[in-house]
């Protein structure tokens, strides 16, 4: 059973920054995507930032040169690092996972089949 702990959420002035991160455990599979996803009030998720086993990374237009997606392999955790945050940023944020790897689309793994409960990030004017 895979579980994805997201970690590091919470409220921050805009400009600030914030350190998200996602444990996994349970995956046994040597190939994998992680991405991160979010979903604000009213809004379509959207794929922030991707990892995979290659360690190839993709983001989002919205957040290049901002955010940094990063693994250690020896804790399988996966990183957000979020700098320059805006009130845009504002949402949910979930950990999502794959054992298939593939072109990333953007901030997006191609597959998804385990997703984490997410965690909130809050980001004020």
């Known amino acids: 059973q895979v579980q994805l702990v997201e970690s590091g959420g919470g409220s921050v002035q805009s400009g600030g920054s914030l350190t998200l991160s996602c444990a996994a455990s349970?995956?046994?599979?040597?190939?994998?995507?992680v991405g991160w996803f979010r979903q604000a009030p009213g809004k379509e998720r959207e794929g922030v930032a991707a990892?995979?086993?290659?360690?190839?990374?993709g983001y989002a237009d919205s957040v290049k040169g901002r955010f940094t997606i990063s693994q250690d392999n020896a804790k399988n955790t996966v990183y957000l690092q979020m700098n320059s945050l805006k009130p845009e940023d504002t949402a949910m944020y979930y950990c999502?996972?794959?054992?298939?790897?593939?072109?990333?689309?953007?901030?997006?793994?191609?597959?998804?089949?385990?997703w984490g409960q997410g965690t909130q990030v809050t980001v004020s004017s």
């Open positions: 999502a996972a794959d054992p298939r790897r593939g072109r990333l689309d953007g901030g997006s793994c191609p597959w998804v089949r385990y």
């Open positions: 349970g995956y046994t599979n040597g190939s994998y995507c």
């Open positions: 990892i995979d086993s290659a360690g190839s990374t």
